[in-house]
């Protein structure tokens, strides 16, 4: 760092050496973005993308991969991780070469909580309070996957009306987390109405689910053996004015951003992946689909009650930003879709299983019988005990694959619990995305992935 | 689309996968597991990919300290830690799971990194919460603790609430 001339307190050693402790504890050391010269060929190979055309059936050709490329004709640039744009704490190195991409390095860990090592700690019961805070925008996904993983070991088979309010919510949620993500995704690419309009609308939805669980997120609703409490009275008109009201926005979206020619500019062709990528380096969810890949757990691998039920997989060709856009949004009409049908069919009956072994008694009971108030007890001290055994539990998030690996060792505590975090997998296209493209697109690339960093970094 | 399921389970008995005994979830959530012995760990999850396993779902692992008695199929020596790879067929819309034993004094696993390079993150992970080292990986450092972090935070000798935080002028541990 050169000493500009005229700057108060420069030559004033204590500040300098304050300064360079300051960047030693911020360094990430190997994590960073290392040099051409200084970085070991093989992940070289992997960042400038030739590893991919193996599964192609090529062999890598070390000779494509420009090593002894002079370093001061490109440039390493930090991105974050404190940056409006990059949803969270993400931090992004980029290699430039003039205004193009090179190189790119996630660098994560900055929301780091040991949240899996806490699930450890806690018992069943609590460990939805725990799982629901990993992906903030999409906490009922979080919950249900946790839930469905416990119920699977415990093996009980939860009332269908228990299943039927999942969907509702888990649908619901999806319209909210993509409502959330076009107005983030609006407001990166400098379109700050549809901000405001996202926003209005999630919380539309946020306001059902607070009047339903009590809370606008981290519900801890849908818990292992069923959902906390009933829907509220007349829930059914509620759910029909979101329906109705976010359906009719969703074409006042189109109005705004997807005919408006900056928007497509800004969008159609900027960040490309193919199918094959996609596939080969775990990606699941929209961005899986937007290269033409109909794959979508509820229908590909149907749980819950999604059998029973009419809706499309959109798809996108191109795999660029565009069809990530489109494809967000024409999931919150198919979701819509799935609500009035979800709404249509609710059964009636217990929203819980009703076994006093997994689902605490009614607060009435305890004042009357002994073995209510031991059960309750025992639930909220003890927990109840699961079955040894793992389970992998996958389904479908907003953001895609959300897979929880569950182990019990017999007790009332998971002994490993694991959460396969969409966005931290589909982060790892994020090189590959910005390969060859501009720094310009940087931002509007990081928002078609939509990562959530909360359960990026766990 | 031919399933490729039987044609998989003649070829997994030579690479040590063994229809399992263990406590497993019933119903939907079941699936097949194989338990490889470490040296044909690769060589299984490379015939699976194969056989139309075309992705790497998720790869994660498991530090059975505390639980040294669990169940599992004959001849599977138990290890301290599990490696345990999903991988999911989107043509025939199947899972399987690959379970490896690590050993403690020697916790190194080959890489799954050549046949899916979605590995990469995922590998580094458990490199950085167990300390299980993958032979091959194109870049294995921590991805989720700082750099000079001492330990691997997901062992289960490694102590919980107890640590203090790494911001300056912060309370002593209680």
């Not at chain 1, 969907?167 to 999806?174: G, I, K, P, T």
């Not at chain 1, 024409?330 to 709404?343: D, G, P």
Request: proline share 7%.
């Amino acid at each position: 760092m050169s000493d500009a001339p005229g700057f108060p307190g420069a030559d004033d050693i204590s500040v300098r050496r304050a300064s360079r402790a300051a960047v030693a504890e911020t360094s990430e050391g190997a994590q960073e973005l290392a040099t051409r010269t200084t970085t070991p060929p093989a992940e070289l190979r992997r960042e400038v993308g030739a590893v991919l055309r193996i599964p192609e059936g090529g062999v890598v050709d070390a000779g494509d991969v420009d090593v002894e490329r002079p370093t001061d004709e490109t440039m390493i640039i930090n991105m974050g991780p404190q940056h409006p744009s990059t949803h969270g704490v993400l931090r992004l190195m980029l290699e430039l070469d003039g205004e193009t991409v090179l190189r790119t390095k996630p660098v994560i860990g900055y929301l780091h909580t040991g949240m899996e090592k806490t699930a450890e700690e806690l018992t069943y019961v609590q460990g939805a309070t725990n799982v629901t805070r990993m992906d903030y925008l999409s906490p009922l996904t979080n919950e249900l996957v946790f839930s469905l993983a416990t119920e699977a070991l415990l093996g009980v088979d939860i009332p269908p009306r228990a299943t039927w309010i999942r969907m509702l919510f888990a649908e619901l949620q999806r319209v909210s987390s993509h409502l959330m993500w076009m107005a983030t995704n609006g407001m990166d690419l400098g379109s700050t109405s549809m901000m405001i309009y996202g926003f209005r609308e999630r919380e539309m939805v946020l306001a059902f689910f607070e009047k339903t669980s009590g809370l606008r997120m981290n519900h801890d609703y849908i818990r292992p053996g069923g959902v906390a409490a009933d829907l509220p009275d007349g829930w059914e008109d509620d759910v029909e004015v979101i329906c109705d009201t976010v359906l009719r926005r969703t074409y006042e979206y189109d109005e705004l951003l997807t005919g408006q020619p900056i928007f497509r500019e800004r969008m159609e062709g900027v960040g490309n992946i193919s199918a094959q990528e996609a596939i080969a380096l775990s990606v699941t969810g929209p961005i899986l689909r937007s290269t033409g890949v109909a794959w979508d757990l509820r229908r590909a691998m149907p749980y819950l009650e999604y059998a029973q039920l009419d809706f499309d997989i959109i798809v996108g060709t191109y795999g660029d930003n565009f069809d990530r856009y489109a494809i967000r949004l024409n999931e919150i009409r198919e979701s819509i879709k799935l609500v009035r049908q979800i709404v249509e069919r609710m059964p009636p009956g217990d929203y819980r299983v009703q076994d006093r072994k997994v689902t605490p008694p009614p607060r009435a009971r305890i004042d009357e019988s002994m073995e209510a108030l031991i059960h309750h007890f025992k639930i909220f001290t003890e927990g109840f005990r699961v079955p040894e055994g793992e389970v992998y539990v996958a389904i479908e998030s907003p953001r895609g694959e959300i897979g929880c690996y569950l182990v019990s060792d017999g007790t009332s505590k998971p002994y490993r619990l694991h959460i396969r975090g969409p966005s931290f997998v589909n982060l790892q296209a994020v090189p590959t995305l910005m390969r060859g493209g501009l720094i310009a697109d940087a931002v509007a690339v990081i928002s078609s992935v939509d990562p959530v960093m909360g359960e990026v970094d766990r | 689309m031919t399933d490729p399921a039987p044609r998989a389970a003649a070829e997994h008995a030579a690479a040590g996968s063994s229809p399992p005994e263990v406590p497993r979830a019933q119903g939907r959530w079941t699936s097949e597991i194989g338990f490889p012995p470490r040296d044909r760990y690769h060589e299984l999850v490379e015939s699976y990919k194969a056989s139309g396993f075309e992705q790497l779902s998720d790869l994660t692992a498991v530090d059975y300290l505390t639980h040294p008695g669990r169940t599992l199929p004959a001849g599977v020596e138990p290890g301290r830690f599990e490696v345990v790879a999903n991988l999911l067929s989107l043509s025939s819309s199947r899972r399987v799971r690959v379970r490896v034993q690590v050993p403690e004094d020697d916790a190194v696993v080959d890489t799954l990194w050549d046949l899916y390079p979605g590995a990469e993150a995922m590998e580094r992970e458990v490199f950085d919460l167990f300390g299980i080292r993958f032979l091959g990986h194109p870049d294995l450092t921590r991805i989720l603790m700082p750099e000079d972090w001492e330990g691997h935070p997901l062992r289960k000798d490694y102590g919980v609430g107890r640590v203090p935080v790494q911001f300056k002028e912060a309370p002593g541990p209680r």
